[in-house]
């Protein structure tokens, strides 16, 4: 064989060899980037790692979405003071909540007595209360219940415009920042719905949550637990929202009434759901009374076509 031959035929080899080699790197870098995707291998690049932080950003931001939606109150209820839900009398569904708290002890004691019975409630809780409690807080989150603001201070004097938004945004400020809960309601405190608060709320789209029902349990003399119970259900209608406390003081009536107080409300028929959902129930009740009885005006009525005529 001539040496030109020879030289020709290495040649070929080389390129054949090369070849192969970068189908085996193509084929190793789409395998690495295949597992790369399945979260099996870390990104080697600075470019990669910054990638991958901002799909694990977007898939958090996307559950923050999603807990925002579960807590988020219909339009129709915003900026409005609310009692009760409107609900008709088959709907037997009752909203449990809670004022006052976090607290280290019967927070977490009525947290246990809620999981127990598969119940989700309101908790409408005092900034100070979290700062000084954040884990109770963020236990109260991660046990699927709903956070309400109650203010800072729990004050209960007239206030200025200043004075109210400070109460009111800061313990929204520390409610997210612990919870991650963006919280669209409020409970005056004491019910005062004419010293400053209840308006800065409204004017914030915030829903004004009053109670129809309550156990007395923050009363100077508070009851003793079988009345707490009876104060509860002797009255209790469907769409109810029920006030307890699990702060301001010793609760500890309180923990003892609560299960006493489910039991009775599940013997009556009744279940429990959280003010959102409360809320967003008389919303789909007035939607599906509005389909089926349309408001009509007088020129789309029957009778009007005829004098027309």
């Avoid at 019967?106 to 409690?133: C, D, P, R, S």
């Avoid at 007239?158 to 919280?183: L, N, P, V, W």
């Amino acid at each position: 064989m001539s040496s030109r031959k020879l030289s020709l035929l290495k040649l070929i080899i080389i390129i054949l060899v090369t070849g192969a080699g970068s189908l085996g790197i193509s084929l190793l870098l789409a395998t690495s980037g295949f597992e790369h995707l399945l979260g099996n291998i870390k990104p080697k690049s600075e470019s990669g790692k910054a990638s991958q932080d901002k799909l694990t950003s977007a898939s958090a931001q996307n559950i923050s979405l999603v807990t925002n939606q579960i807590n988020e109150i219909p339009k129709p209820f915003q900026g409005t003071i609310v009692y009760q839900a409107k609900l008709k009398a088959n709907d037997k569904v009752i909203a449990l909540t809670f004022d006052d708290g976090p607290g280290p002890k019967n927070t977490a004691q009525i947290l246990e007595i809620l999981k127990t019975n598969h119940i989700k409630a309101t908790f409408f809780m005092i900034g100070q209360m979290v700062k000084y409690f954040p884990q109770v807080a963020k236990q109260v989150a991660a046990d699927g219940h709903v956070i309400g603001n109650h203010t800072w201070h729990h004050w209960y004097f007239q206030m200025d415009g200043a004075t109210a938004a400070s109460e009111i945004d800061r313990t929204a400020d520390i409610i997210y920042k612990t919870t991650g809960e963006k919280t669209t309601l409020f409970r005056p405190p004491g019910g005062f719905l004419n010293n400053g608060l209840a308006e800065y709320a409204k004017n914030q789209k915030y829903a004004v949550m009053m109670w129809s029902e309550e156990s007395g349990d923050a009363e100077r003399r508070s009851p003793q637990v079988p009345m707490q119970v009876e104060n509860v259900l002797k009255y209790v209608k469907p769409g109810a929202i029920v006030l307890m406390h699990d702060g301001g003081g010793n609760r500890s009536k309180s923990v003892k009434a609560l299960p006493k107080i489910i039991a009775g409300l599940k013997a009556q028929g009744y279940r429990f759901v959280t003010i959102p959902q409360l809320l967003e129930m008389q919303a789909q009740e007035q939607h599906l009374a509005e389909v089926a009885s349309p408001t009509v005006t007088k020129d789309e009525h029957p009778n009007n076509q005829l004098n027309h005529q």
